[in-house]
């Protein structure tokens, strides 16, 4: 599996799992986003994750559950990271496990973190390490071993990690400035902001701010405005029956060929496309 900008058929013929060590030296070529569930798992080192208006940090022994369609990218920032990536379908779940995730349905409808307590830490990385050896084998009975090994996962997690409750809020990290323009950028997506405003509000010149904002996140202060902006024209794409013209406007957007042209770049698909697809 290479990182793509979207990936409309991953998973879309069974369960996969891929395990690598990233370096900081690699860099995503954008954000991206799965037709499919990617449940992401850091075993070593650590990793910073953006996801919808989020943007943390994940220590070993956490994992986050990205729902389909769900615009992400990662960072390595802190040295090497050894993660593994679980891309399945709804259906690939059983429904006698179903009823075992904690949450519920609340689980698979929206980004997910959970943490692995060190004491069982080897024991799931035990069957990562199986669903990965499986890819390797493909014969004719990997494809439902890797299944049964996913049962078999959500089911130890469910009894044995601590799940979060509430997604993460905005930014995870100790700089307030950052924190600060985060929010603005939340809270004015909607109106005519530039990275000047956030600047302005925040106190700080937009090169300063924009540096500042880079080191602490991994993604430019622009680009996580725009980042913002196609996240809830995504959601309203799907909520609403309005024309595209008027959701690129109301998220902030002056000119819907821009707002197209972005839409398509981050997603891999066209705003009238993902409508038809989400």
């Known amino acids: 599996m290479q990182d793509k900008k979207v990936k409309p058929t991953a998973g879309?013929?069974?369960?996969?799992?891929?395990t690598k060590t990233r370096e900081p030296s690699f860099v995503m070529k954008g954000h991206h986003c799965h037709s499919c569930y990617e449940l992401f798992y850091v075993e070593s080192g650590s990793?910073?994750?953006?996801?919808?208006?989020?943007?943390?940090?994940?220590?070993?022994?956490?994992?986050?559950l990205v729902p389909p369609m769900a615009l992400h990218y990662t960072r390595y920032v802190s040295g090497p990271c050894r993660r593994t990536v679980i891309l399945f379908r709804a259906e690939d779940i059983l429904d006698e496990v179903r009823r075992e995730i904690p949450q519920g349905e609340r689980m698979l409808q929206e980004t997910t973190v959970f943490q692995v307590p060190t004491a069982y830490r080897a024991q799931i990385v035990a069957y990562l390490k199986q669903m990965t050896a499986e890819e390797r084998i493909r014969d004719s009975q990997s494809a439902l071993l890797r299944r049964l090994y996913l049962q078999c996962l959500l089911l130890l997690c469910g009894r044995n990690c601590?799940?979060?409750?509430?997604?993460?809020?905005d930014i995870h990290t100790t700089d307030q400035q950052v924190l600060k323009a985060a929010r603005y950028i939340s809270?004015?997506?909607?109106?005519?902001?530039?990275t000047a405003d956030v600047a302005r509000a925040v106190g700080f010149s937009p090169?300063?701010?924009?540096?500042?904002?880079?080191?602490?996140?991994?993604?430019?202060?622009?680009?996580?405005l725009v980042f913002v902006r196609l996240h809830h024209a995504a959601q309203e794409l799907v909520s609403t029956e309005d024309s595209i013209t008027t959701i690129a406007l109301r998220c902030g957007f002056s000119d819907s060929n821009y707002f197209k042209d972005s839409f398509k770049n981050k997603y891999g698909v066209t705003p009238r496309n993902y409508r038809k697809i989400s």
Do not use: W
């Open 12 to 18: 879309t013929d069974g369960v996969h799992a891929e």
């Open 47 to 64: 990793c910073r994750f953006l996801i919808e208006d989020n943007i943390f940090d994940l220590q070993v022994g956490d994992f986050i």
């Open 162 to 169: 601590i799940f979060f409750s509430d997604p993460p809020v």
């Open 187 to 194: 809270e004015h997506y909607m109106h005519p902001v530039t």
């Open 207 to 224: 090169n300063y701010l924009s540096k500042k904002f880079r080191q602490a996140a991994g993604i430019g202060l622009h680009e996580y």
